[in-house]
């Protein structure tokens, strides 16, 4: 893996906005109010943005109608359309931009009022030939036959996937912006609505508002701007495929080659790593990543989690904002993991900080296990 990228950018600011609920506000504008926060930290403005990367959910044009949004005059855009794991693709990219002088200011976008709107998890208006005439309840049936394959071959059980839940929450009752803080308990997943066998709505993401963006310049002028930036020391992303019935192995994702890509460019392996930020949109996604990510062997998963390990106080600091699951989940999640893995080497966290955190991974997943990409951040001294 070429390494030339490896430590040449950093993320500067990372800023939410919006998280929960935002009545009165379009995904535009809880997009924009997150940007001016993450640019305002390090006293840029909209107008020193030339690399600009948004995606909202409700805007198929979004990188244009943002730039007259918030009066940017952009040298380059990018408006992908990968699902959650768009926002690390685009860390990919504006490194590379940046690396080469293409840009000098990158912004990297999201909103959603998906809950103030309409109140429900919004779906892709796409019909499936070979899936619709079984009437699935996606997203979460295809993630429901994933975890049910996973129960099968591997003896993974309802209680391993509430323990990805409850460690969630027990992380987001130490971050005053999560939106649900309330106690939750093993027996209380399982003995929640059943939406999709083996899936109850508490192993399902939340359904909210939320907003968030960072700022990303080339590493020589970052210390010029924060006293600790994220070098982005290692990329990559993978797609197997679009829809879960097309899947190679439901129990295997593209993560195993992102994650792979990721850690041959920073130079560094799993036990490095000291805080994991993974795209919960599911209780099963956490095992099957921790496994692909090479945590833990494959089918290791459910039993890796158990007992609080990555809970706080545990083995391995896993969501430690709470997660898709308890802290925020506007439709697409892949930028909160970013934000988060920012602050925690920033040492921003208060109650949830990790102890000297100097290497973390941020990992987005889109559609139906269908797209992975893998950002591994460090430290100045991991350089």
């Known amino acids: ?14 800023a ?8 009165g506000l379009s995904s535009m504008d809880l997009a924009a109010a997150a940007s001016v926060r993450a640019l305002a930290q390090v006293g840029l403005t909209p107008a020193d943005v030339d690399g600009l990367f948004v995606s909202v959910p409700d805007d198929m044009l979004s990188g244009l109608t943002f730039s007259e949004y918030l009066g940017i005059h952009p040298r380059f855009t990018d408006n992908n359309r990968t699902g959650g794991s768009a926002f690390q693709i685009y860390a990919h990219t504006a490194a590379m931009a940046l690396a080469a002088g293409q840009i000098d200011v990158a912004l990297i976008a999201y909103g959603s009022n998906q809950k103030s709107s309409s109140g ?44 990805v839940a409850v460690a969630a929450r027990k992380w ?28 109850t709505v508490r192993d399902c993401c939340l359904v909210t508002d939320g907003a968030a963006a960072v700022v ?27 829809e879960i019935a097309s899947m190679p192995d439901l129990t295997v994702t593209a993560a195993r080659e992102s994650g792979q890509r990721a850690y041959a460019m920073a130079g560094v392996d799993p036990k490095d790593i000291d805080v994991v930020m993974l ?8 095992i099957l990543f921790l496994e692909d990510l090479g945590f833990c062997p494959k089918g290791e998963g459910g039993r890796f989690v158990s007992g ?24 697409m999640y892949g930028l909160f993991t970013m934000v988060e893995a920012t602050q925690q080497l920033m040492g921003q966290c208060g109650a ?16 139906v296990l269908s797209s992975q990409a893998t950002l591994i951040l460090g430290t100045e001294d991991t350089l």
Request: contains cysteine; proline residues 8%; charged residues 15%.
């Open 308 to 331: 609080g390990a990555i809970a706080p106080g545990g083995t391995l600091a896993v969501n430690t904002n709470g997660g898709g699951l308890s802290c925020v989940h506007p439709g």
């Open 16 to 23: 939410t906005y919006g998280m929960g609920e935002a009545p």
């Open 172 to 199: 987001a009752q130490l971050n005053p912006d999560a939106y649900m803080r309330d106690p939750l308990s093993i027996d209380d997943v399982l003995n929640a609505r059943m939406v999709s066998d083996p899936l």
């Open 120 to 163: 429900k998890l919004v779906q892709s208006s796409r019909p499936s030939p070979w899936e619709t005439p079984y009437r699935p309840m996606n997203p979460v049936s295809s993630y429901a036959l994933a975890a049910a394959r996973h129960m099968h071959q591997y003896g993974t059980t309802r209680e391993q996937l509430a323990e």
């Open 1 to 14: 893996m070429n390494q030339s990228l490896r430590g040449q950018t950093a993320i500067v600011a990372g």
């Open 216 to 242: 990303m310049v080339r590493a020589d002028r970052a210390r010029d701007l924060v006293a600790r930036p994220a070098y982005l020391l290692g990329a990559g992303s993978a797609t197997s495929h679009r």
């Open 352 to 367: 949830r900080q990790v102890p000297q955190a100097r290497l973390a991974i941020a990992h987005g997943n889109g559609g």
């Open 279 to 286: 795209y919960d949109a599911f209780t099963i996604n956490p």
